[in-house]
């Protein structure tokens, strides 16, 4: 082989390896989010459908349908989002807390903290010279040490997700799903459909719930049929519920 063919196709390997590392790096932090994704798009959508159906039972028209829906996506969103990030800032806000606390006492406090690690490990099943060696090891690093005494003893971990995007996805997918029970009545404004909206409104809500059920049973690990299902069940009860409530409330006052 020619050796600048042969260096070619060395380079392209290389750079198509490459952009598989990307790709499967950017997939990977995208993935780290998806848990967020997936309960801001059940809530999202339960709410909003939930929103519908409360004013289809009311015999509320279209146009308050759609306001009602984009008022509810919006501010209950954005309600969503914000204590999503306050609770996963305050989480990392108290990590970093005991972690200072923890250095404190390993600079201050170091045969106190160290027995503490023997009786950790001696927990464990350790026991005389290998315990020793065990704790020995681990309190050479202060790092290592602190980083023991966090997991061990409080049973603290490092949350390596941003606050920030734990809010901003949670919102976008509140928003993103939770636009599907609301599309036929935007739509139907705009160009008229000529059939029963609330029914192809719960169709297309019903495919929203499938997608996002099988998501959060990947999430969670369990059963995809019955993540479906679970999630199929908790939106059609919160629209049967809300159904009925404006029901009965249109006609107690009308």
Known sequence: ?????????KAGADHNESELHRTSHTFGRLEKYL????????????????????????SLDSSVIIILGFANLLADGFAMSVGAFLSARSSADNYRKHRQIEYWEVENMPETEKEEIREIYRAKGFDGALLEQVTEVITKDHDRWVDVMMKEELGLVREDKSPFLIG???????????????????????????KNLFLLSSVLTGGGFIIIGWLKAHVNQTGKLRGVAETLLLGAIAAAVSFYVGDLIEKIIM
């Not at 082989?1 to 196709?9: F, H, R, S, T």
């Not at 848990?35 to 009311?58: K, L, N, R, S």
């Not at 939770?178 to 000529?194: A, T």
């Open 35 to 58: 848990g967020e994704f997936v309960y801001g798009g059940i809530d999202g959508c339960v709410t909003t459908f939930a929103v519908v159906a409360g004013a289809v039972g009311a």
């Open 1 to 9: 082989m020619n050796p600048e063919a042969g260096d070619q196709l």
């Open 168 to 194: 901003a996805t949670t919102y976008l997918s509140f928003i993103l799903i939770g636009l599907i029970p609301l599309v036929v009545y935007v739509w139907d404004h705009f160009q008229p459909v000529g």
